[in-house]
Each structure stands twice: as structure tokens, then as C-alpha cells.
């Protein structure tokens, strides 16, 4: 027997699709349950080996994508620390978003229309792992309540492992760290040197067009930049060393 709190809630929510006719009721509580199921996916993102919905639909259409899933503890340290410097150097501090990056980009492009970049690590596996590639304001809006989750459920280290085993890391469909650093220098994540490892994290933007198998002066001198910040930012990812 449904409880009385229970049958007034199942009623209020169903509530604003009750006026609606029945094809467009049937789509709207479509695009409802689309928007729901990512929130009740990643709990269980706690475990296992997540695919991005890139590496799902090379898979559809035929296209080429080599993954080998790693656990962080398998990956470099070194790695890790070279793309938080990189990609996201508040990642330990914030909690999904952060909101004092997104300030300074929204300043530094004058505009909110120009504004670019401030996305962080945990957008990121939220673009990667249920929305699509490509700047929009619809996917961003999607993107920031999914990264405030993903924050919340999930660990900093499982979130920068699932990161780095989903992300694309080479030009002929390398993704995941392990795959993108056999292509590039012939060796396993767990045995990148630290300068390797920026020189991957430098590839991070697009993975296409910079190479680390054959780095150009652009890409190595970024990957030095990268080098002396993390000599000088150790601390930057305490909240991804020891056990989850």
C-alpha cells in the first residue's frame, strides 16, 4: 500500500505533464528520464571500467579505438600531477566547478558570450562519459549540475582515474593514458617520466592535431612549462595519493 506522503508526491510530479496531449506527454517524459538516468548512473561509476559516448559511437560507426583501463595506482604519479597542473590546478579544493576559474575567464574575455575554457576536470568526465563534444550553452548547462554530482558521489582519485581512462590521448583513436603512452613513447602509464607526462597532458586539448610520439617546439616547450609548475605545485594533488 502506497503511503499517503508517497501518493502525494507521485501525483505533484507528474503534475506538469498531465495537460500536456498524450505524443507530447510521451516525449517530454522521454527527455525527462535522459536528463534523469546520468544522475542514477554514476554511483555506480564507483566501480568498474566507464566508456565515453565518443568511444561508443567509434565503436558504432566502425571507427578505430584502442582502450586499455589502468587503475590509478598503475598510473605515473607524475601524470597525474602533470594534468591537474595542466587541466584543472583547483581540482583538489573545488567541488566539481570551479566557480573562481569560470570569474577570471568571464574577466579575461570582457564578455560572457566570448567567455572559453574554465571547464574542469569533473565537467570534463561529465561531457565525456554522458553528453556530447563541441561548446554550447544547452550542453554546458547540463554539464554543471552533472559535475556538482559527480563531485559529490564519487572520489577525487576515482574521478581523475576515470578521467584519464577515457580521455583521448592520441590521433588514430587512443584512448585511456595506457593506450596513448604506448603509442607515444612505446611504454606503460606507470613508467612515464615526468617530462613525458607533460608532454601527454599538453596533448590533452586535441589530441589530434599535438602529438607526442613526434612533439613539435610548440608542444615540447609547453611540456616544460608544465614540468616546472608541477616541481612547484607537489601539493596540488595530495587529494589523489594514498587509498580512495
Known amino acids: 500500500m502506497v503511503s499517503q506522503p508517497c501518493k502525494r508526491f507521485t501525483i505533484f ?3 506538469p505533464l498531465a495537460w500536456m496531449p498524450r505524443p507530447l506527454r510521451a516525449v517530454a517524459s522521454a527527455v525527462l528520464a535522459l536528463l534523469v538516468l546520468p544522475y542514477l ?3 555506480f561509476y ?3 571500467k566507464p566508456v565515453s559516448t565518443v568511444m ?14 589502468v587503475p590509478l595506482p598503475r598510473i605515473s604519479p607524475a601524470l597525474s600531477l602533470a594534468v591537474i597542473v595542466a587541466e584543472d590546478g583547483r581540482f583538489c579544493s573545488h567541488h566539481g566547478v570551479d566557480f573562481a576559474e569560470i570569474r577570471d575567464v568571464i574577466a579575461d574575455a570582457g564578455d560572457l558570450a566570448e567567455a572559453r575554457g574554465g571547464s574542469t576536470i569533473t565537467q570534463q568526465v561529465a561531457k565525456n562519459l554522458f553528453l556530447w563534444p563541441g561548446r554550447s550553452w544547452l550542453r554546458k548547462a547540463l554539464e554543471f549540475p552533472l559535475a556538482l554530482w559527480i563531485d559529490l558521489v564519487l572520489s577525487k582519485r576515482r574521478i581523475l582515474e576515470i578521467y584519464l581512462n577515457i580521455a583521448e590521448w ?17 611504454k606503460p602509464a606507470r613508467d612515464l617520466s615526468r617530462y613525458q607526462a607533460a608532454l601527454l597532458a599538453a596533448v590533452l586539448p586535441n589530441p589530434v592535431t599535438r602529438n607526442a610520439h613526434a612533439p613539435g617546439p610548440g608542444l615540447r616547450k609547453l611540456a616544460g612549462l608544465y614540468v616546472g609548475r608541477a616541481a612547484q605545485a607537489l601539493g596540488e594533488a595530495n587529494c589523489v595519493r594514498g587509498t580512495p
Open 13 to 15: 510530479a507528474i503534475l
Open 56 to 69: 561508443l559511437w567509434r565503436l558504432l560507426t566502425g571507427q578505430r579505438m584502442q582502450r586499455d583501463y
Open 41 to 43: 548512473i554514476v554511483p
Open 46 to 48: 564507483s566501480a568498474g
Open 170 to 186: 592520441g590521433p588514430t583513436g587512443e584512448f585511456g593514458v595506457e593506450a596513448g603512452s604506448r603509442y607515444a613513447f612505446g
